[in-house]
């Protein structure tokens, strides 16, 4: 239902190639500027809100802070060369001063380089994604596994819809104990359930 669905997909390809390859480009202004633009421009051509937007990087952005968080915390004996310093017996644990810039750097590209996707996966269908990737000359088995792994997604989805719908009518989230304790059904079942649901898929592929 977006505005450019009738686009050539493989423009939009291409128009994607150029965000990934303006993401990891060296000027950092160029890609704060891609990141608001090609953000702007899904919000507008999806005709999603802001808000709806904003919600789909909450999975994405744990993993860009742990990072983050990788780079920039080390352990040195010279206290100067640390933020916000814990002493442990002899040394000094904290927030690298030098890494901090490359870290900030890292994120920007990596945010810019998400933003650029999520242009491309939320304007382009996905059978139009599939021409694409025969437009390219991909193996034929790839191509299939992509496919299925797509599928897949919705089948995993569904099946924790009707999990957690029915654990919410027996009252399983009401105290934090009992959150818990469907958390770990929950996971337990929807493994289990997406097993059977692979093999159901697998045999009838078959």
Avoid at 80 to 99: D, E, F, H, Q, T
Avoid at 154 to 173: P, S, T
Wanted: net charge positive; hydrophobic share 55%; charged share 15%.
């Amino acid at each position: 239902e977006n505005r450019i669905v009738t686009w050539s997909p493989k423009l939009k390809a291409l128009l994607w190639l150029l965000g990934i390859a303006l993401a990891f480009q060296p000027l950092q202004w160029l890609k704060a500027a891609t990141l608001v633009l090609v953000a702007a421009a899904t919000v507008y051509l999806t005709k999603v809100s802001l808000k709806r937007y904003i919600s789909w990087f909450y999975a994405i952005i744990p993993f860009v802070l742990l990072s983050i968080i990788g780079i920039v915390v080390t352990i040195s004996g010279n206290r100067g060369s640390i933020i916000w310093p814990i002493k442990i017996g002899n040394v000094y644990l904290g927030m690298a001063r030098v890494m901090i810039p490359q870290a900030s750097r890292m994120a920007l590209q990596c945010m810019t380089a998400i933003v650029c996707t999520y242009w491309f996966a939320l304007t382009t269908p996905f059978i139009q994604i599939l021409q694409v990737l025969k437009a390219t000359h991909l193996p034929r088995v790839m191509i299939e596994v992509t496919m299925l792994m797509y599928r897949f997604i919705f089948i995993f989805i569904d099946a924790f819809e009707q999990i957690h719908r029915a654990q919410k009518l027996r009252f399983g989230y009401d105290t934090f104990g009992l959150m818990i304790h469907s958390s770990g059904i929950l996971t337990k079942m929807l493994f289990e359930q997406v097993i059977v649901n692979y093999e159901m898929m697998t045999k009838a592929l078959d």
